[in-house]
């Protein structure tokens, strides 16, 4: 089982890494679902660990639907980003009328080079997620889909985590799950669904707030929970 982490702060990636994460999700603004974090904190982020760091790429918090405007700042970020020596990057974008902008998408995986890629919870908006799948298997640059299954909670949707994670099966996608999960429940949520990653945030935190650092001790009864 592959834990990853969401840092906002060096201290926080340091911290995620001497407690059992096995990956990080570097962001800014958690409170808004998260944005680009500034290069110079990736630059730091990534020196200071030895796991995976993919970073957000996502400009602002309005919308996944991105103007032209906004998916030339997304390039350059990302290749900003790729010059950091990170792992992956995390990104999505969807048309005005909730599909997946497969235009947009392409644009961003030219600038992704070796690069994982991640493709964020813009996914849990879509109405079809399995032809939402279906069109991301084509692209072998996307190793994994971040999702709780829709736009409830993962534990609200296992149904539906479990019918993503049978689809993926046999390609190269993974599914990552993530939002609303806690460590007492999640020995039983990884059995049901299927998943082999899963994603926290805020749970891992002192009072469970996305604001505050990363709790110790409560990451490592996490890992110790998945990783035994």
């Given at each position: 089982?592959?834990?990853?982490?969401?840092?906002?702060?060096?201290?926080?990636?340091?911290?995620?890494?001497?407690?059992?994460?096995?990956?990080?999700?570097?962001?800014?603004?958690?409170?808004?679902?998260?944005?680009?974090?500034?290069?110079?904190?990736?630059?730091?982020?990534?020196?200071?660990?030895?796991?995976?760091?993919?970073?957000?790429?996502?400009?602002?918090?309005?919308?996944?639907?991105?103007?032209?405007?906004?998916?030339?700042?997304?390039?350059?970020?990302?290749?900003?980003?790729?010059?950091?020596?990170?792992?992956?990057?995390?990104?999505?974008?969807?048309?005005?009328?909730?599909?997946i902008d497969v235009?947009?998408?392409?644009?961003?995986?030219?600038?992704?080079?070796?690069?994982q890629v991640t493709?964020?919870?813009?996914?849990?908006?879509?109405?079809?997620?399995?032809?939402?799948?279906?069109?991301?298997?084509?692209?072998?640059?996307?190793?994994?889909?971040?999702?709780?299954?829709?736009?409830?909670?993962?534990?609200?949707?296992?149904?539906?985590?479990?019918?993503?994670?049978?689809?993926?099966?046999?390609?190269?996608?993974?599914?990552?799950?993530?939002?609303?999960?806690?460590?007492?429940?999640?020995?039983?949520?990884?059995?049901?669904?299927?998943?082999?990653?899963?994603?926290?945030?805020?749970?891992?935190?002192?009072?469970?707030?996305?604001?505050?650092?990363?709790?110790?001790?409560?990451?490592?009864?996490?890992?110790?929970?998945?990783?035994?």
């Open positions: 089982m592959l834990l990853e982490i969401i840092a906002t702060t060096v201290d926080d990636a340091v911290m995620a890494e001497k407690c059992g994460a096995d990956r990080l999700e570097l962001i800014t603004a958690i409170t808004e679902g998260g944005l680009t974090p500034g290069i110079g904190l990736v630059t730091q982020v990534v020196k200071s660990v030895s796991i995976p760091v993919h970073v957000m790429v996502r400009p602002h918090s309005r919308s996944f639907v991105y103007s032209e405007s906004d998916v030339k700042t997304m390039v350059a970020e990302i290749e900003s980003i790729r010059q950091t020596g990170a792992a992956g990057i995390v990104i999505g974008a969807l048309t005005p009328d909730g599909q235009k947009t998408l392409e644009l961003l995986l030219q600038s992704a080079g070796e690069m493709f964020h919870r813009a996914f849990d908006e879509l109405e079809d997620q399995l032809e939402g799948l279906r069109i991301l298997t084509k692209y072998p640059a996307v190793t994994r889909v971040l999702t709780s299954g829709g736009l409830k909670p993962a534990p609200q949707s296992i149904p539906q985590i479990r019918r993503l994670v049978e689809e993926a099966a046999g390609s190269h996608l993974c599914i990552l799950a993530g939002n609303g999960l806690k460590r007492e429940i999640i020995n039983d949520f990884i059995e049901q669904t299927g998943v082999t990653e899963i994603h926290f945030g805020s749970a891992v935190r002192y009072d469970q707030s996305g604001l505050q650092p990363i709790n110790p001790a409560e990451l490592r009864a996490l890992s110790d929970c998945i990783h035994k």
